[in-house]
């Protein structure tokens, strides 16, 4: 479907207690602030939504996965309060994620940046195409994935987490993030990806939803304190934006 609205699109669609949920914006799928918190709010609502089991996150179209946060609202902060709220909503979202009770699984079509890591870490399975390299830019434009680190680690560990983020400017392919743990499965082809995602999540739907809100806790545990430590590192992501250093960095990246 068409991807044309500044603020990009989110739409869910709920079917024999599977939510549907597919993000999409026209600068390779990804997020200005009004995106990401319509996308924490939508989960917050799903997570309570007795006729859902499982849900399904995914992206428009059959490129990118997700580009992270928008490039135009980084260059554009001013203070350390727009700071804050910028590098808060992938914090919002991770929460979001981390706090529903059903479980997410992703579907990752391409390749996934910055905070489009992110979003695939705080998924809890997650299937993904070959085409779906993965590569954390932040330090080269003179921030770090503070924010994601804590989702991203907790998938990959602190080496794997170090690999990616020490060397901005190198892909790692899918085959490299299935091994370190971000992807349970990855497929030669999107039909493919389709075709084991729809019978994965028809039986996971046909499990006692009980169960599987337990199973969902016990994996997230020990990281209840999030709320606060998230936030706390957007505002860190803040006010590195607001450095002379950043600021150049960033000019090389402008159109």
């Known amino acids: 479907m068409a991807i044309d609205r500044p603020n990009g699109s989110l739409y ?15 600068a390779s799928n990804s997020f200005v602030s009004e995106l990401l918190q319509r996308l924490a709010e939508e989960l917050d609502s799903l997570s309570k939504n007795g006729a859902v089991s499982v849900i399904l996150l995914k992206s428009e179209g059959e490129r990118a996965f997700c580009a992270g946060a928008s490039f135009d609202e980084l260059v554009a902060i001013s203070n350390l309060e727009e700071g804050k709220v910028f590098f808060s909503g992938f914090a919002n979202v991770i929460n979001a994620m981390r706090k529903c009770s059903k479980p997410i699984v992703g579907r990752v079509q391409g390749k996934a940046v910055g905070g489009g890591v992110g979003l ?3 998924c809890d399975y997650v299937h993904a195409t070959v085409d779906a390299a993965v590569k954390l830019s932040e330090v ?5 994935p503070f924010v994601i680190e804590p989702a991203v ?3 990959i560990g602190k080496a794997a987490m170090g690999e ?12 490299w993030a299935k091994e370190k743990g971000l992807y349970a499965k990855v497929h030669d082809s999107i039909v493919e990806m ?5 019978i994965h999540l028809e039986k996971l739907a046909s499990y006692n939803p009980e169960a599987l809100s337990k199973m969902k806790q016990v994996l997230w545990e020990g990281t209840d304190h999030w709320d606060d430590f998230l936030i ?3 505002e860190m992501s803040g006010k590195l934006a607001l450095s002379e250093a950043t600021k150049k ?4 990246f402008k159109k």
């Open 249 to 252: 960095a960033l000019e090389k």
């Open 120 to 122: 695939a870490s705080a």
């Open 194 to 198: 389709d075709k084991e995602i729809d």
């Open 140 to 144: 080269a434009i003179g921030i770090g």
């Open 153 to 155: 680690t907790r998938k």
């Open 12 to 26: 869910t669609k709920i079917e024999n207690n599977i939510a549907h949920v597919e993000f999409g914006h026209p």
């Open 232 to 234: 706390k590192r957007a």
């Open 164 to 175: 990616l983020s020490l060397y901005p400017s190198e892909w790692k392919n899918a085959y």
